[in-house]
């Protein structure tokens, strides 16, 4: 069984177009993120989700917004597609925000506007 | 501003050689030091992973080296294998950050048979 699952894997879509990406893990963490992998393969994060409640955004634009319907669940939805959001986006998720614990990465999520 | 910077960018290695990656970082409040290996169209995975209060970890074939004075940490993969070709990142993070990464810039190694 997949830890933790991403939808869909590519995405090619146009500038201005809105978007979603799933996640879900079935670990039964309680934390979960979304990080930005640019094209030259630098890895940020973008926000940080601990049983359903927001707990880190890094200064990602407003047209992000993520969504935690319950703590197995983190979706990523992006308004106003741009060029410089082509990238690749991982979800992963941790036990416990407050200890150093091991994160487990989704496959990610390709996505290329054009 | 990068806190965590890692070199080289790029590695090859033959089989059976040492591959080393170094990774430097600012904040001296980072207590968690976890390297994570990707191989392509793949997320990342929690490789080994060292706290400041030792200066090595070995895990099979891979080692951390830490220098808490130099602020530096460097991973080796001794005996280096065709299977070990990824891009290996190295992280650092705080007690009280939300477990947040922050991640170096990555090492592509490639290891030649």
């Known amino acids: 069984d997949t830890a933790v699952s991403q939808t869909p894997k590519y995405l090619v879509t146009q500038m201005g177009n809105d978007k979603s990406i799933k996640c879900e893990q079935n670990l039964g963490h309680d934390t979960m993120y979304w990080y930005k992998q640019d094209s030259k393969k630098f890895l940020k994060i973008m926000f940080s989700y601990n049983n359903k409640e927001l707990i880190i955004n890094e200064t990602v634009p407003n047209r992000f917004s993520p969504k935690s319907p319950d703590k197995a669940h983190l979706n990523l939805h992006i308004n106003s597609l741009e060029l410089g959001d082509s990238a690749v986006y991982f979800c992963?998720?941790?036990?416990?925000?407050?200890?150093?614990?091991?994160?487990?990465f989704g496959p990610g999520t390709r996505l290329l506007v054009l | 501003q990068q806190q965590v910077k890692q070199s080289p960018q790029s590695l090859i290695v033959q089989k059976g050689g040492i591959s080393i990656i170094n990774c430097a970082y600012e904040n001296t409040a980072f207590d968690y030091f976890p390297w994570y290996q990707q191989f392509p169209g793949k997320g990342p995975a929690l490789l080994i992973a060292?706290?400041?209060?030792?200066s090595e970890k070995k895990e099979g074939r891979f080692t951390i080296s830490f220098n808490k004075s130099a602020k530096q940490f460097s991973l080796h993969i001794m005996d280096s294998q065709p299977g070990d070709s990824a891009t290996y990142f190295c992280a650092a993070t705080t007690n009280n950050a939300g477990n947040m990464l922050t991640f170096g810039g990555g090492t592509r190694l490639m290891v030649k048979p």
């Open positions: 060292i706290r400041p209060d030792v």
């Open positions: 992963a998720s941790s036990q416990d925000p407050n200890t150093q614990e091991t994160q487990y």
